[in-house]
């Protein structure tokens, strides 16, 4: 029996990287906090090289009007930032009326998004600090020419111009459907390499024996989304109590009260021990969750097909990136969700889908709602020639149960006209 090794894996880093690390606050924080820093140590080294007033005629060299400079530029950043924060709205708004509301997180977490609001903020930040700092009403003894803090904040403030064009052009970009779904199709592909390892990666294993009545473990906590599990904690806590846990939810799965959650064989756990491995939250996430990007794959393409949008190009376009995650999944072996301790032995049994289960939830709903589409069937059936041509031999059968429901379906929903054209298998539909 086929069975993976397991590594550490520790669920606060997880869970940092997806709620704290990609948020809309927290790089612009840190730039926030960067930008304090500098303007301090600018005003310092202003005080340390005390260049006379008016040393640099090409540039503000007086306090004066590097307050004034300094005051004009945190204004315009800040009317910088109300424009960033609304183009972000309306592209979120966009999002999830035109695509889908599971396609709104990507706007969000789009890095040029929050590295262009960490310019600003930081140009705002380091503005007012020159503002606060401004030393025109100190004696003329005292004052010195503010030449690396103005240098710096000119710097800054060419940055942020580039960047408010760099982020205009990344909005926009990402708007566009084709490259959506290539981001989503991109950040898919982790997740289905990692659920859908190479056969190399498994070692073998002897079946773990079942118990005739497994205690079962029903959730308890509060409700939410399994967004990852820690598969090592699990084998060590498994391994420490001799036995071995085979779990009935999976990831991406929604816990309620009550929701059983795992069968216990041969060990006396309790739910706690167990749900404690787990990380739950709002909403799901592309990791450890292979069907998250078919889910959002198919949302986009269904939405395309709908009686209000009427667009079966972008659905043909979301069916070209779900055939290229179809393509990777079949190509290597549905995985048995068998995880391993260091000596060998089975300790946890995840439930997974496998390339059936992927392809029924990547088509179903595309065939349902294109079957009267004449491009989409051309490139449904190109599909399924090209995945049938490449992949093993072992996927025919379901790959032929999802033919045949399209050959159905689009026999009842197109009318008798189109039936000749729509027979043909195009990889570009009608072009």
Known sequence: MRALPVRSQPLWRTDFRQRIAVSLWFLPTIFAVAA???????????????????????????????ATFAGAIA???????????????????????????????????SRITRVTLGLFLATFVFSVIILVSDRASVPSAAQFAPIVSVTTLLALTVATVFGFVAYLHGVVRLMRVQYLLETIATESQPAIEENFPPASAYVDAEPPLADPSPRRLCYTGPTGVITATNLHGLVELCRQNQCWLELTVGVGEYLGHGTPVALVHGGDLREGDVTRFFLIRGERTFVQDPAFGFRQLADVAIRALSPAVNDPTTGVQAIDRISDLLALTGSRPDPTGLRVDASGTVRVKRKLRNFDAMLVLALTEVIRYGADAPQVVRRLRGMFDELQSTLPADRKAAIGRQRSLLEAAAGAALPAPFTAVASAADREGLG
């Open 75 to 109: 204004a315009a950043t800040l009317a910088f930032v109300a424009v960033v924060f609304a183009t972000t709205l309306v592209a979120i708004q966009l999002a999830a009326s035109q695509y889908s509301p599971r396609t709104v997180r990507i706007f969000i977490r």
């Open 36 to 66: 304090i820093v500098a303007a301090n140590l600018t005003t310092w080294l202003d005080s340390q090289v005390d260049a006379p007033i008016g040393v640099r005629p090409d540039l503000v060299s007086d306090p004066g009007t590097a």
